[in-house]
T-cell receptor, first 111, second 116 residues
Framework: SQKIEQNSEALNIQEGKTATLTCNYT??????LQWYRQDPGRGPVFLLL?????KEKRKERLKVTFDTTLKQSLFHITASQPADSATYLC??????????FGTGTRLKVLA | EAQVTQNPRYLITVTGKKLTVTCSQN?????MSWYRQDPGLGLRQIYY???????DKGDVPEGYKVSRKEKRNFPLILESPSPNQTSLYFC???????????????FGQGTRLTVV
């Protein structure tokens, strides 16, 4: 069956360090992959999108990589801040335009 | 302001009593979808629509209906709610490019539904 896994349910890091979150998928050939941030009780907010023919995307302190051979995406937050504490979701969009979300990684940045 | 609006935000209902959760977007997006979010299971797509009168099943469509009579509205209908449909529901919209909905999805603020 189609499956997406985000490797950590929770991740604690010290302020200023780089947070690295992982998204692995099986049985897909996704056209692209997206990352979202979700705060408690709120809807997800889009952060970055990366296409299957792209290796890396950056936006300010955020970086996403996409390895279609490993079937894996890595999401990095550099110089992390307490305000970055949230749940981060990865999502694949299939060729038939269905969205498949991972269960999320809850990041806590410690001051 | 560009937004996706869901109503109601909170709803408690009884088993078997039909209900509708409304979703409206003001961005002229073609693609709209509904999700439910449950602890440990993440966001799961219920139904999606690529345009007016075009709807498709997501991963968990059982027990739900949708309609897309107008571009801006995509209501979620529970004909006979059951306690296992207690969840946090999100509606989202995305512009549909020729290569697919390959831009960001805009989410509503969520509807917390409890079925007793």
């Amino acid at each position: 069956s189609q499956k997406i896994e985000q490797n950590s349910e929770a991740l604690n890091i010290q302020e200023g360090k780089t947070a690295t979150l992982t998204c692995n998928y099986t049985n897909y050939s996704p056209a692209y992959l997206q990352w979202y941030r979700q705060d408690p009780g709120r809807g997800p907010v889009f952060l970055l999108l990366i296409r299957e023919n792209e290796k890396e995307k950056r936006k300010e302190r955020l970086k996403v990589t996409f390895d279609t051979t490993l079937k894996q995406s890595l999401f990095h937050i550099t110089a992390s801040q307490p305000a970055d504490s949230a749940t981060y979701l990865c999502a694949l969009v299939t060729g038939t335009y269905k969205y498949i979300f991972g269960t999320g990684t809850r990041l806590k940045v410690l001051a | 302001e560009a937004q996706v609006t869901q109503n109601p935000r909170y709803l408690i209902t009884v088993t078997g009593k039909k209900l509708t959760v409304t979703c409206s977007q003001n961005m002229n997006h073609e693609y709209m979808s509904w999700y439910r979010q449950d602890p440990g299971l993440g966001l799961r797509q219920i139904y999606y629509s690529m345009n007016v009168e075009v709807t498709d099943k997501g991963d968990v469509p059982e027990g739900y209906k949708v309609s897309r009579k107008e571009k801006r509205n995509f209501p979620l209908i529970l004909e006979s709610p059951s306690p296992n449909q207690t969840s946090l529901y999100f509606c989202a919209s995305t512009p549909l490019k020729p290569t697919g909905p390959n831009t960001e999805a805009f989410f509503g603020q969520g509807t917390r539904l409890t079925v007793v």
